[in-house]
Antibody, heavy 123, light 110 residues
Framework: QVTLKESGPALVKPTQTLTLTCTFS??????????VSWIRQPPGKALEWLAR???????FYSTSLKTRLTISKDTSKNQVVLTMTNMDPVDTATYYC???????????????WGQGTLVTVSS | QSVLTQPPSASGTPGQRVTISCSGS????????VNWYQQLPGAAPKLLIY???QWASGVPDRFSGSKSGTSASLAIIGLQSDDEADYFC???????????FGGGTKLTVL
């Protein structure tokens, strides 16, 4: 059974760095072709893809947020970590992690999602 | 502003057919598969259609997807009240080297 769960602070102050952890089970990020992405959704707005890490440690970032994001993985703990620097109130959103399985031919194919974690940026 | 363009809203009565469009460019929809997601209120998105027109596991065949050139569509026939949700299209973008989403379409069942 595949599950993903996001964890991290619910509230961060402007200019702080946000660190989110995606803890997953039911699959391994050492499997060739496996990928995990972070996606966010401001309240009442659209989904926005942030970053992706692959089984071979290849990393991809949103061009508009690239300078602020770092994605990493700990395969022994089945975790993917996203850090976002210099947080601003416009970064207030629900942050999701999602899986792209090895058999997916599209990197926009997300078959399992975490429940999401709401992060509010406010002083 | 989202890279893929969807109408902000759509509506229909039970039993009707509705379609939701998704417009992109040669670097995304034109060259890559389109996937559709359904997001019920308060829930995470759920994969509905992948590879332009393939049903994800457990998705009823009342839902169907199509693609032509740089546009794609999601069609729902036999509309039901529990189809009321937000629908998002998504594709890989070769120029941006990332996933792009549509702005979402809120479907209301009247």
């Amino acid at each position: 059974q595949v599950t993903l769960k996001e964890s991290g602070p619910a509230l961060v102050k402007p200019t702080q760095t946000l660190t989110l952890t995606c803890t997953f089970s039911g699959f391994s990020l050492t499997t060739t072709g496996m990928r995990v992405s972070w996606i966010r959704q401001p309240p009442g707005k659209a989904l926005e893809w942030l970053a992706r890490i692959d089984w071979d440690d290849d990393k991809f970032y949103s061009t508009s947020l690239k300078t602020r994001l770092t994605i990493s993985k700990d395969t022994s703990k089945n975790q993917v970590v996203l850090t976002m620097t210099n947080m601003d109130p416009v970064d207030t959103a629900t942050y999701y992690c999602a899986r792209t399985p090895e058999y997916a031919t599209s990197s926009a194919y997300f078959d399992y999602w975490g429940q999401g974690t709401l992060v509010t940026v406010s002083s | 502003q989202s890279v893929l363009t969807q109408p902000p809203s759509a509506s229909g009565t039970p039993g009707q057919r509705v379609t939701i469009s998704c417009s992109g460019s040669s670097s995304n929809i034109g060259d890559n598969a389109v996937n559709w997601y359904q997001q019920l209120p308060g829930a995470a998105p759920k994969l509905l259609i992948y590879g332009n027109n393939q049903w994800a596991s457990g998705v009823p065949d009342r839902f169907s997807g199509s693609k032509s050139g740089t546009s794609a569509s999601l069609a729902i026939i036999g509309l039901q009240s529990d189809d009321e949700a937000d629908y998002f299209c998504a594709a890989w973008d070769d120029r941006l080297k990332g996933v792009v989403f549509g702005g979402g379409t809120k479907l209301t069942v009247l």
